[in-house]
């Protein structure tokens, strides 16, 4: 017997559909819509909107330091950090913003970390599971 004759002997429910436009899959959830980048902090994904932009700028004194980019407009590269502190701590612990933006000297965080206690209490937390920074869990 043919697998062909199995299938119609054993009924249309015995048929596995795969997914189409038509018939989408019910167990696959559609991802919402706009632009999803990574924190450099956690490295977990989320919208753009929900997330901060830093950026390296010259402050004046020569030495390049950090900047929030609230308006998302600033030239140059740019690295995203969920408005929380505990991504801001993992990632000046991780070197990340260095990694991100392709720079290898030292980096002034400050105006950053305003920034996200200024944001964190206005937004709510974000909903992916952050490790503890201090529970020692450091992969090296």
Do not use: K
């Amino acid at each position: 017997m043919t697998g062909r004759g199995r299938l119609s002997e054993a009924g249309p429910a015995a048929r596995l559909s795969s997914p189409s436009r038509r018939n989408p899959d019910p167990a696959h959830p559609v991802p919402e819509p706009g632009p999803v980048r990574t924190c450099v902090g956690c490295r977990a994904t989320g919208r753009r909107s929900a997330l901060l932009r830093v950026v390296l700028s010259d402050v004046g004194a020569g030495e390049p330091a950090l900047v929030a980019d609230e308006r998302r407009r600033m030239p140059g590269r740019g690295a995203w950090l969920h408005p929380d502190q505990r991504c801001l701590e993992l990632a000046v612990r991780r070197r990340a913003f260095g990694r991100a933006l392709r720079y290898t000297g030292p980096l002034g965080t400050e105006a950053v970390e305003r920034a996200v206690t200024r944001l964190a209490a206005q937004q709510p937390q974000h909903s992916t599971t952050v490790p503890d920074p201090t529970s020692g869990t450091d992969r090296r």
